[in-house]
Every structure is written in C-alpha cells, then in structure tokens.
C-alpha cells in the first residue's frame, strides 16, 4: 500500500508537468488563457527595468500586450541587467498567465521559466548591418546601423545621437535618463564624431527613424 501511495503521488506530480510542457502558444494568443499554465513564445523586443521590476515587452505597445516581469526581490536569481540579457532575444516563457491592466503577463520567480531558444547572437551574425540612410526602410526591424555621430546633445532627460544635422528627419539614436547609471562616460562626448554600429529595434517617431538605446551594449565604436 505504501508503494502504492508513492506511485500515485509521483503521477500526480509527472502529470501536471506534461500537461504544462503541451501547451506552448505565440505571445500574442496570451489573451485567451487567462489562469493557465502555459508556455508562451516570441521576441523580447523592448525591455525596462524600474529597479523595482524589469519588464520584458514583446510589443512596443507593452500596455495592451504580453508581458513577462521580474519582480525586484528575484533579480539575484537571473542574469545581471535581465533588461539587457534577454533583449532583442526569442524565448519561451513558462507559467501562469494573469491579467494585469487589461493585459496578459506572466511573472517570472526563476530564470528556469524563461529560456532562450535563439538569440541574435546564434545565428551567426546574422543581423543585418545598414547605412543609417536607410533605417527608414527597416521599421519594426532589428538591425545593426552603420554611420558615423556628427552631431550629440543632451537634455539631461534624453541623450540623441545625431547622424545627419537634420535631426528632425533623419535616424537618430535616443538614450533615456533612465539608462544613464549604465553609461559610465557621458554618451553625448563619448560618441561624437565616433563611426558606430548601433544594434536594435528601429522605430518611427515623428516621422523619422530612430532606435532606442538601453545600454552601451548596443553600440559599438568602429575603429
């Protein structure tokens, strides 16, 4: 009987976790599963960390879309900056989905629930490299942009790296006050007159391209 009491206990705990490893879904059908344990796939492809959360958006519209979040008291348990390690990388999250704000999330208390499956790094270099002329024909793309920052200012809200002195309409790379702490020089003199390549999402804002920059990982000087 007591052998019998351990079976059922072991089946009763293999059971759940084959149900949970069936049911694997696009990130944008989290939707429809409200209160399941699933796994959810797709492409980190804006990050942010509040030093209370880091949020991983598979959206540039995190407020209506799926969502997975680290909550502070986790952060030892992941990789240092999660805002940037799992950035711009496809991955699968696992666990319970739940409706936050009107939109789906998962929180993630292990790193065991989040894998990447292959980043950009394990395709070979396979991101493409354009002239930063040409970012406006890779919206909602990430690419590498090539060129050369010829103008640089700083508002103490927001850092812009400019490529052109038409600012206004041509690419322009951003850094928000709130990524500063992990640039250890002032990117506004450290880039200037510098050849880069910039790595990220281009978005158009105001009718121009642009990339937002999280982290001096992103961009890198050609020498």
């Known amino acids: 009987m007591k052998k019998l009491s351990i079976f059922i206990l072991a089946l009763c705990m293999i059971i759940p976790q084959i ?4 049911k694997v879904i696009r990130w944008d059908e989290a939707g429809k599963y409200y209160g399941q344990n699933v ?3 797709g492409k980190v492809v804006v990050s942010y960390n509040s030093g209370k959360a880091c949020f991983l958006n598979f959206h540039e519209d995190y407020k209506k879309h799926f969502t997975a979040v680290i909550f502070a008291s986790d952060f030892s348990r ?3 900056d999660p805002q940037d390690y799992y950035l711009y990388k496809d991955v699968e ?17 292990s790193p065991s629930q989040i894998k990447i499956v292959k980043g ?11 002239s930063w002329e040409d970012a406006d024909k890779y919206y909602g793309k990430i690419v590498i942009v090539e060129g050369t920052v010829i103008a640089a200012n700083n508002t103490g809200k927001v850092c812009f790296l400019n490529f052109h ?12 006050s709130s990524s500063f ?16 390549r910039i790595k990220g999402l281009v978005k ?3 009718g121009k391209p642009e990339i937002v920059v999280t982290s001096p990982a992103q961009v890198e000087i050609v020498k």
């Open 19 to 22: 149900a949970f490893s069936q």
């Open 39 to 41: 796994t959810v796939t």
């Open 78 to 80: 992941f990789p240092s």
């Open 93 to 109: 999250v696992s666990g319970l989905i739940k409706e936050y704000e009107g939109k789906p999330e998962i929180i993630l208390n």
């Open 120 to 130: 950009e790094e394990s395709r070979g270099g396979s991101t493409p490299v354009v």
């Open 165 to 176: 002195h038409n600012w206004k309409r041509y690419f322009t790379a951003v850094i928000f």
């Open 181 to 196: 702490p992990k640039f250890p020089f002032a990117p506004e003199e450290h880039y200037l007159d510098k050849k880069v």
């Open 204 to 206: 158009e804002y105001q």
